[in-house]
């Protein structure tokens, strides 16, 4: 259920004039509580300007990260309840937290920054305020525990769909990386909790580098951002909204039909495949073809004629 404040923020995205009296008509409030939450939505930056006499309207659209913001877009059950922050650590520690009060299935963490976001094989993740999307959202499948590594990989079929809806020519890098012209703009990172044998929650968390104009020196040759590679600053609650939507119909369909129909999406958006690839796997190192993904979600290696599946490793693209 959205806040009050974004159900105004919700009725003034047309950008016409609303009368304080439809305002309150249509919220079922009084005026006076129109008002606070105008005056509340203008103090966290939102350009609203106030007309004597006729009502309030909605000049621009600002690119906040918060849940006023996120709930003009969203448009299915994920994300029908969120928590937002200025700054956190991380939103999977709050997901976490969240998930052991047995939240529903479907809520969603977000930030404006993180500041010890982490990805693949423990690596920091940069995220700067105002750029990026940090997230996190609880699912609780009713999958054996074996399988709840597969979600990574549905969550990444998803995203790239997502985008690549959008005319971003986005790739996925098994199993977790998303990435334009060889470099990574997302990443995903699912955890879980259980009760014996039984998933309890997933917490599925996800960053994309949205409009950052600059990449630190260091992360340079491997990382970039939508902006950098297409030149178009997008609005991060409208991107948000759209994974979202994509993760709930790749979810369903993985929980109603199996993981066949999400190998094969996977696979539609697979970097590398059919090509030559170096892999680092059990401190070793082995070069052969990517054959794309096993039924299991493991990556398969074409050595000598022989495809092995490859359940932990890491494609090596860049020298770190």
Not at 192 to 208: K, N, W
Request: aromatic share 6%.
């Amino acid at each position: 259920m959205a806040s009050t404040r974004g159900r105004v923020l919700t009725l003034l995205q047309d950008g016409e004039v609303w009368s304080g009296q439809e305002l309150a008509r249509q919220l079922n409030i009084s005026r006076t509580a129109i008002w606070k939450h105008i005056e509340t939505l203008k103090q966290d930056g939102y350009a609203i300007h106030t007309i004597p006499r006729k009502g309030y309207q909605l000049l621009e659209q600002s690119d906040r990260f918060d849940e006023p913001a996120f709930v003009s877009f969203r448009k299915g059950r994920f994300g029908q309840v969120v928590h937002a922050f200025d700054q956190v650590d991380t939103t999977q520690r709050i997901a976490h937290e969240l998930a052991q009060q047995h939240v529903t299935e479907g809520t969603l963490v977000i930030s404006e920054e993180q500041t010890s976001g982490r990805g693949q094989l423990g690596r920091n993740w940069h995220n700067p305020k105002h750029v990026n999307i940090a997230a996190s959202v609880i699912l609780r499948p009713e999958l054996p525990i074996r399988d709840a590594s597969k979600l990574t990989l549905m969550a990444a079929s998803a995203f790239a769909r997502a985008l690549n809806n959008r005319n971003i020519d986005v790739t996925i890098k098994w199993p977790n990386d998303l990435l334009m012209n060889g470099k990574k703009i997302g990443g995903i990172l699912t955890e879980m909790q259980t009760e014996g044998d039984r998933i309890q929650a997933v917490i599925l968390g996800f960053g994309i580098n949205v409009n950052g104009e600059e990449i630190p020196t260091e992360l340079a040759h491997r990382a970039t951002s939508l902006y950098l590679e297409t030149e178009t600053k997008y609005h991060r609650s409208e991107i948000l909204a759209d994974l979202l939507t994509e993760l709930e119909i790749e979810y369903d369909q993985f929980l109603d039909s199996g993981f066949a129909p999400i190998r094969t999406n996977w696979m539609q958006h697979a970097a590398y495949l059919n090509e030559t690839v170096t892999i680092h796997a059990s401190r070793t190192t082995r070069t052969g073809v990517m054959r794309g993904i096993s039924d299991e979600g493991a990556l398969l290696l074409e050595e000598e004629g022989k495809i092995e599946s490859i359940y932990s490793a890491e494609i090596a693209v860049w020298n770190d």
